[in-house]
Every structure is written in structure tokens, then in C-alpha cells.
């Protein structure tokens, strides 16, 4: 699991200050989520709800936009 030394060398690494890196000191997300145990992405869509809508890895955000509009417009 990562923790916040993991997050701040990421934070690092990216060099982005517009991206907040989180860690989850107490691990009490992952275990309320869908994850089944396959590579960590490294960034998801929620709803307002935190309905995950998508979830990718990488440092960019194509397709996270694309859920977004596809669940808005699925919500018209």
C-alpha cells in the first residue's frame, strides 16, 4: 500500500503542482471500493456521490473528461 513517503516522492516525480497526491495513512479506502486486486490506477472519476466512474493510469486526463460527459449525458 502506499503511503505518504510513497505520495510525496509521486508528488516529486510528477512535477505537477495542480495534481494533489493523497496516501491513505489508515488503508480504509481501498477496502470500500470495487478494487479487485489488480494494478492500482493511479487516478479515478467520482461522482458527487463518489460513484466511481472510471479510473486509468498515467498523467493524463483524456479519458477521465470522456466519462464525465458520458455519465452526464446517460443522466439527461
Same mark, same amino acid.
Given at each position: +500500500?502506499?503511503?505518504? !513517503?510513497?505520495? +510525496? =516522492?509521486? &508528488?516529486?516525480?510528477?512535477?505537477?503542482?495542480a495534481m494533489p =497526491?493523497? #496516501?491513505? /495513512?489508515?488503508?480504509? =479506502?481501498?477496502?470500500?471500493?470495487?478494487?479487485?486486486?489488480? #494494478? %492500482?490506477?493511479?487516478? $479515478?472519476? %467520482?461522482?458527487?456521490? %463518489?460513484?466511481?466512474? /472510471? $479510473? &486509468? +493510469?498515467?498523467?493524463?486526463?483524456?479519458?477521465?473528461? !470522456? #466519462?464525465?460527459? !458520458?455519465h452526464w449525458n #446517460?443522466?439527461?
Amino acid at each position: +500500500m502506499p503511503d505518504a !513517503e510513497d505520495a +510525496m =516522492v509521486y &508528488w516529486e516525480v510528477i512535477n505537477d503542482d495542480a495534481m494533489p =497526491v493523497l #496516501a491513505d /495513512h489508515n488503508q480504509l =479506502v481501498i477496502p470500500s471500493t470495487p478494487y479487485d486486486g489488480s #494494478a %492500482l490506477p493511479g487516478k $479515478c472519476v %467520482l461522482t458527487p456521490e %463518489l460513484e466511481i466512474l /472510471h $479510473c &486509468w +493510469m498515467g498523467h493524463g486526463n483524456e479519458t477521465g473528461f !470522456e #466519462a464525465i460527459v !458520458e455519465h452526464w449525458n #446517460a443522466a439527461r
